[in-house]
């Protein structure tokens, strides 16, 4: 049956999991942001949940930005899970079940360029809304994008691409690579203590993609950290612009070079401020919002997929 299915059957189940666990790790990602932004200082984390709560009230936790967020993270999360099973077959010539940690990793990266060369205006966006301290965009997606744009051109909404894609790259290759037989190990210890039941099969569903998520966290967090502050130093300059205006690019090899050169630039000036550490400024949040939303998409992809009939990997 899974054979003469479209490929295209997966998109239900696949958007319904990806829009659910955008909403529910919302809050995460809020936090997230705010450490990131803030990786060259030592400023609390209680501190700067109480400026953002200051700014933009406790509903700002589940508002401020969360329009582009929810496009942004379903879009981001079904182009990846929607495009990496038939890139794995273009690739390989075999189903994701029947790969390897490699092929499904290599299958994954790929599947990570055309969500990022989609996503990043969204983030862009997202992050200039969580950033706005003065509430001066008014929680609006248009127009803090309209701003970018008439300061900068649509070049301007890619800001800190370098950084962002380096972060989707590496998460979605271990988070694939892993989560199958990470999910299986835990199964198979949890049914030897508590037998075989669906309550096991959910929960080792939850722990392979929390541990996979988590995992993926570990190592792409330094490259979101430097696009955050890329991205925040950029914007500094547009909101303020120095004596003669903010500079302006032109789109070319000169201008995609100096984005990994900015990329690098950065770190080290992290690095410097606040040691290797700073570089994983944030990763508790970004960990239980990388984990969560790993745990959550392992167990309700499936769930929806089986609601819906799919059986097409």
Request: one cysteine or more.
């Amino acid at each position: 049956m899974s054979n003469k299915q479209s490929v295209f059957a997966t998109l239900p189940p696949i958007s319904a999991g990806a829009a659910s666990v955008a909403l529910i790790m919302y809050p995460a990602d809020v936090m997230r942001a705010l450490k990131m932004a803030n990786a060259g200082s030592s400023t609390p984390a209680v501190v700067l949940f109480r400026d953002f709560i200051r700014a933009h009230g406790m509903k700002g936790l589940a508002s401020q930005g969360v329009v582009p967020e929810l496009v942004q993270r379903t879009w981001s999360r079904v182009s990846k899970f929607f495009m990496f099973p038939p890139l794995h077959r273009l690739i390989w010539n075999k189903e994701p079940s029947q790969g390897s940690p490699v092929t499904k990793a290599v299958a994954a990266c790929c599947a990570t360029i055309p969500e990022m060369l989609t996503c990043t205006p969204f983030e862009t966006a997202k992050v200039a809304l969580q950033l706005d301290s003065t509430n001066r965009f008014k929680n609006s997606t248009a127009g803090v994008m309209r701003f970018i744009m008439k300061e900068q051109g649509w070049k301007g909404l890619y800001c800190g691409y370098a950084g962002l894609q380096y972060r989707q790259a590496t998460w979605t290759s271990i988070y694939f690579a892993s989560v199958d037989n990470v999910t299986d190990a835990t199964r198979s210890s949890f049914e030897g203590i508590f037998g075989a039941s669906p309550g096991v099969t959910r929960a080792s569903a939850v722990v392979g993609g929390f541990a996979s998520g988590m995992l993926g966290a570990m190592v792409n967090t330094p490259g979101d950290v430097v696009r955050t502050n890329v991205q925040k130093a950029e914007m500094a300059k547009w909101l303020n612009p120095p004596a003669g205006g903010a500079p302006k690019y032109s789109f070319g090899p000169g201008y995609m070079m100096s984005g990994v050169k900015v990329t690098v630039d950065m770190a080290s000036q992290l690095v410097k401020a606040g040691g290797v550490g700073a570089l994983w400024k944030g990763f508790v949040f970004k960990s239980v919002h990388l984990g969560g939303g790993g745990a959550l998409l392992n167990l309700l992809i499936p769930v929806f997929k089986k609601w819906m009939g799919v059986t097409k990997e």
